[in-house]
């Protein structure tokens, strides 16, 4: 009996202490599951309205791509989507302003490539970095900038262009949007590759550079698709080639410039960002609706008419994209010696 007793007893007391951990791990796999994001989550966002702040004015081009993809955007989410122009200080002032957000997926910023590939080489303290401080979340579009020339010059495409130049050396002026622009950049580019000797005439903004053009002060210069095609149908300007690695389908007969120079690239591209730490959940579900949007036949034809491409690559394609052009451009400022402020 007191054997059996002995045995139940001990039973009792391994069942208890089983009973007691049983509970004590589940007690502590409940306590973990609470610090994990609900599943459905990325149902929830957006549950109101989201931010893009833009680095640049109103009617820039990163401005320009903000909106027309906001409206298409907001309408997919069932949530609006304002665009809040923060211009000035090289993009810390739109930095700051997204750093300052809430990292929850409701401030995001639109910007092209510059503020991180032109910027950071140009200016000595910016106050923000690329890798330290934001997520690529979508590549929304690209805008390749048209070499264009002056009825005057003697080239009607671009080998006899380069022909003409090299026959020339130190004749011939090209206009661009000011010192450390992109257009100064590609051309600068297109010079070095091909050891062309050309003027440079800066000014500030394509609203300067194309009337400079069109009115002879200067031979060539790059500018977007807008600004020249009008002059290109009154025969006052000549297009000769795209600064995009690839033709563009806006115009399929001109020459991409790195049919003659391999890798040569310096068309902008814009797209999304949003500070370090946000949600994935956030971020991903902007990234889909963009790649989504890039596809559709309405806002591609918006698009085409501002002379912008609709592109829709995600986070992962995007980073790289911007660590290419960070290289690419970043090399140019260095190699012509742009000094830093």
């Known amino acids: 009996m007191t054997h059996t007793y002995l045995n139940n007893f001990d039973s009792s007391i391994d069942c208890s202490l089983k009973r007691r951990s049983f509970l004590a791990t589940a007690a502590s796999v ?8 609900v599943l459905g989550a990325s149902e929830a966002f957006p549950s109101r309205a989201i931010r893009f702040v833009v680095p640049n004015p109103a009617g820039g081009l990163p401005d320009t791509v903000a909106r027309i993809f906001a409206q298409h955007l907001g309408e997919r989410l069932g949530q609006p989507i304002t665009v809040d122009n923060k211009p000035g ?5 739109a930095a700051q302003a997204l750093a300052n957000a809430p990292k929850d997926g ?7 490539g510059s503020m991180f590939s032109i910027n950071p080489v140009i200016y000595k303290a910016l106050g923000y970095d690329f890798k330290r401080d934001f997520e690529a979340v979508s590549l929304a579009a690209r805008a390749p900038l048209y070499l264009a020339v002056h009825p005057k010059v003697k080239a009607t495409n671009l080998k006899e262009l380069i022909a003409l130049i090299k026959s020339q050396p130190g004749v011939l002026t090209y206009g661009s949007s000011g010192v450390g622009s992109t257009h100064h950049l590609s051309m600068e580019e297109f010079k070095s590759a091909l050891s062309l000797d050309i003027t440079h005439v800066p000014f500030k903004g394509s609203g300067q550079s194309v009337p400079a053009l069109i009115g002879g002060q200067i031979d060539m210069v790059f500018s977007a698709l807008p600004s020249l095609s009008g002059f290109v149908k009154t025969n006052q ?4 080639a795209v600064n995009s690695l690839k033709r563009s389908p806006q115009e399929p007969s001109l020459p991409a410039i790195s049919e003659f120079i391999p890798g040569y690239d310096f068309a902008p591209i814009i797209g999304v960002f949003t500070a370090k730490g946000t949600p994935q959940v956030a971020i991903d579900k902007i990234a889909i609706e963009m790649k ?4 559709l036949p309405e806002l591609i034809q918006i698009l085409t008419n501002a002379g912008i491409e609709p592109v829709g690559d995600g986070p992962i394609e995007y980073t790289k994209a911007v660590l290419a052009e960070n290289e690419r451009l970043g090399k140019v400022v260095k190699q012509i010696g742009i000094s830093q402020e």
């Open 292 to 295: 989504q949007l890039a596809k």
């Open 30 to 37: 409940a306590t973990a599951f609470k610090a994990l994001p």
């Open 89 to 93: 200080a090289n993009g810390v002032i």
């Open 237 to 240: 300007v000549r297009l000769i």
């Open 106 to 112: 409701y401030t995001m910023m639109v910007a092209d």
